[in-house]
């Protein structure tokens, strides 16, 4: 397929590109390609502005103080909180807890859930495609308690074997913690059905979406899922800032996580009370610029829209997957019936580590490695894979210079 038959123009993608500064430079005398969006997004001016408006008009730390610009910066920290409850539709801001990222908010899940609810003998689910962020918190939590960890597998497209869950699942299961899009596969779970198997076992679920919050719309409600992580920097948002959504009856029950100020109501040497939800698990100064610019981030994402986001990044993906298929010697890893955003893919007899450092003089930006998911690798008997990532700010243009830079490396490397 050539990639000017794009079989419909979603949006005016140059448009959008000007909304991204970083974008227009080039890289070893070429124009930047940058397809590295699953590990971290491009941030759009409005992003950037919202950043430095705040510490140039605003910046204060917020809730402790009763003077202006403490007031105005709590309100714009606490608006961001409104924004994220009706992006991912949950119930009510107690339920929105601002953490550094997807990696701290399921830390903060395992640890203090894990303190409230798990116990010698228990066990915990995961799968074989977790990111390692979500599989080494609960590993420590096992450690710690002498839990088990139960992985459910994959097959060989990168797509779990759901039926697995009747061996996996016993009375002892306390919480399956799974990953909505794999970030080295591209994979699509289908967490819809894995809730619906879980709550049929009285199980809460845990969702990862640091790859899919910023592809596809979330809707907790709907999901009815229990947590849900994700991290400010893959939807065009600052990094050190995330999210973690919780059920509030479940947030209510659990103890805090990190002790010191604003989570408290009061403290007093003989007793410490804690502060209602969601500052019970919002101990110090957080990243107030960058839940500032979480905002702004989502705000722009929802302007532009997610249903058009996932149809545009979905036909570069299906152009780029074609092409690449065409390539001798290149075999795809992550085969999936629903996928979105990410082609990994390995060469017969070259170092994935080498086709990145040669696409880079192509001015290329992919991402090589086990992209933290070594157990993949391991399934698939491969040191690391090379990785292009797609967004909806990345053109035809982009797949074109990509594929003709692809060829030109791998000539040379062979
Ligand atoms: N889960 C998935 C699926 C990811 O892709 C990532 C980031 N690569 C993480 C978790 C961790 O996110 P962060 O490093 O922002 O905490």
Redesign the pocket.
């Known amino acids: 397929m050539e990639s000017n038959i794009i079989n419909e123009k979603i949006f005016d993608v140059e448009k959008i590109r000007n909304d991204f500064p970083i974008l227009h430079q080039l890289v070893h005398k070429k124009p930047l390609c940058y397809l590295d969006n ?3 997004t491009q941030k759009p001016k409005i992003v950037i502005d919202s950043i430095n408006d705040f510490y140039s008009t605003t910046n204060s730390n917020i809730h402790r103080g009763v003077h202006f610009l403490s007031e105005k910066a709590t309100q714009k920290y606490e608006n961001t909180r409104t924004t994220v409850k009706n992006f991912i539709n949950a119930k009510s801001e107690k339920e929105i807890i601002f953490t ?7 830390n903060l899940v395992a640890q203090s859930f894990g303190k409230k609810y798990v116990n010698e003998d228990d066990e915990i689910i995961v799968t074989y495609m ?5 599989i080494v918190p609960w590993q420590i939590l096992c450690e710690e308690k002498n839990v088990n960890l139960r992985v459910l597998p994959i097959n060989n497209n990168g797509e779990l074997i759901l039926e697995k869950f009747n061996e996996l699942i016993t009375e002892r299961t306390k919480l399956i913690s799974v ?6 596969l591209g994979t699509i779970n289908p967490i819809e059905e894995i809730i619906k198997i879980a709550h049929q076992n009285n199980i809460p679920v845990l969702v ?5 919050i910023q592809h596809t719309s979330i809707d907790v409600q709907k999901l009815d899922c229990d947590f849900l ?6 939807i065009y948002g600052p ?1 050190g800032v ?1 999210v973690l959504f919780g059920k509030e009856k479940l947030l209510d029950e659990m103890p805090p996580f990190m002790g010191g100020g604003d989570m408290i109501a009061k403290v007093t040497f003989d007793e410490t009370t804690y502060n209602e939800l969601p500052y019970k698990f919002e101990a110090g100064t957080g990243n107030i610029a960058g839940v500032i610019g979480l905002g702004a981030a989502i705000d722009y994402v929802k302007s532009i829209g997610l249903e058009k986001i996932h149809k545009h990044e979905n036909q570069l993906l299906e152009i780029a997957t074609q092409k690449v298929s065409e390539i001798k010697g290149l075999k795809i890893i992550g085969t999936a019936k629903e996928k979105t955003s990410v082609l990994s893919f390995i060469v017969e007899n070259i170092h994935p580590h080498d086709i990145g450092t040669f696409m880079d003089f192509e001015g290329v930006a992919i991402r090589t490695g086990h ?3 070594q157990p993949v690798m391991d399934f698939f008997k491969i040191p690391a894979t090379s990785r292009a990532s797609f967004s909806f700010y990345n053109s035809l243009e982009d797949i074109d210079q990509f594929i003709i830079a692809l060829k030109k490396t791998i000539e040379a490397l062979s």
């Open positions: 699953a590990a971290s550094s990222g997807t990696t701290a908010s399921i977790e990111h390692h962020s979500n990953v909505h899009v794999s970030n080295s990862d979406a640091a790859q899919s992580a994700y991290s400010g920097h893959k990094t995330g992209h933290c998911t």
